[in-house]
């Protein structure tokens, strides 16, 4: 018997950590190679995990909630035959998210972290370096925090919390970081005062506090470094075009159900406008590329992202070599890929290696935005609202299906005008377009 560690897997391209959202086993139960172990959350992707070795589960060694870097040490299990050999493992509670904070993993030896005592005399929880020293910085006191992490450990978002539950009030703040002070010795009763005014109704006619604190979720903060990393990465412009999809609209009505007949999923706009953009590409293929410190890299594929609205928020599965799928088969993977990501039953390849990202906001009924690019990508683009309006055609005015088109891109790799001719070519191409089009 020997013991194999389990580590944080790369769950997408330019994905560097992972939030451990789920342990589907616990320590002690078998487990059987490829059985699902741990529910991982990135910016890109919420994936179960299979387990790559058959066998018990020995340690857990990150608990629910932490996030750590690729690579890092997650769980132990003790394998039959040729498993990599490591100290054994003995069971005991799961890492402290702590260790984790660190960037260590938690397979190294480390010395274990001395636990004083709190000013009432109780134990001083233990903490990361991190959490102490954040703590440190804005002069508060863990101990008198009440811990959300294993053991009831004192986490970071702990500290975080605290400062902005002190920052809303801080005489309220300040005296939850002390101890009760002792109650003043009885006075004379005052004289009456005058009465109060009642409190102030919440909106909808019940009373509680005007101000809620929703702690983040785990997709929600992964989300949130990745757009805050994007925008600080490259310099984002972006441009409109409206189009004119009048003929695509009335062709779409015409044959949605015998295409969902014929091929078992439905025809959305989506095929279509992938259809068209992987032409764009083609034409403009620095639309279709990666900064690098070395040069501009082009990519002679299509690995379109469609980004796919989940309860808690955002995510990308890639059509892979989009370019060289038909109407049909577009219209089938995309369907299957955005079941699966409202599911949660997307893999960790299905988010990885895409090329250019397309949003359809024009599916909440969005006429104008402004995406952020999916980094390291080049560019995204979306389709908004289809709004029948009047507009000037000729000498004449008609009711047209119009939709704007919105283009964000990296200015270090395209300048506007290389921008706007895309942007152009796929209008037209959209105008232009008729049933003899169609690339089944």
Known sequence: MGVAPIKMPQLGESVTEGTVDKWLKHEGEYVRRDEPLVEIVTDKVNAEVPSPFEGKLVRISVGEGTTVAIGTELAQMEVEGGAPASEPATPAAPAAPAEAETGVPASR???????????????????????????????????????SGEGGRVTRDDVLAFLERREAAPSDGAAAAAPPAAAPAPAAAPEPAAPSAPPRAVPGG???????????TAVRRSIAEHMTRSLATSPHAWTLQEVDVTELVRYREAEKEGFQRRHGSPLTYLP???????????????????????G?????????????????????????????????????????????????RLKPEDVQAGTFTLNNTGATG?????????????????????????????EGIAVRNMMNMCLSFDHRIVDGMMAGQFLGYVRRRLEAWSPADVQV
């Not at 019940?206 to 983040?216: K, Q, T, Y």
């Open 296 to 344: 501009i890299l082009l990519k002679r594929y299509v690995n379109m992202g469609i980004a796919v609205a989940i309860p808690d928020g955002l995510i990308v599965p890639v059509i892979r070599d989009a370019d060289r799928l038909g109407l049909s088969d577009l219209a089938r993977v995309l369907d299957d890929l955005v079941g699966r990501a409202r599911g949660r």
């Open 366 to 394: 969005s006429v104008a935005s402004q995406p952020i690019i999916n980094q390291p990508q080049a560019a995204i683009l979306t389709t908004e609202a289809i709004v029948r309006r009047p507009v000037v055609i000729g």
């Open 109 to 147: 030896p480390t010395a274990p972290e001395p636990v004083s005592e709190a000013a009432d005399g109780g134990p001083r929880p233990r903490l990361s370096p991190a959490v102490r020293r954040l703590a440190e910085e804005h002069d508060i006191d863990p101990s008198r925090l009440q811990g």
């Open 272 to 294: 279509f406008v992938i259809q068209v953009v992987c032409q764009g590409l083609a034409e403009f293929p620095y639309l279709n590329s990666t900064w690098t410190d070395e």
């Open 206 to 216: 019940a009373e509680g506090p005007r101000e809620e604190l929703v702690r983040l």
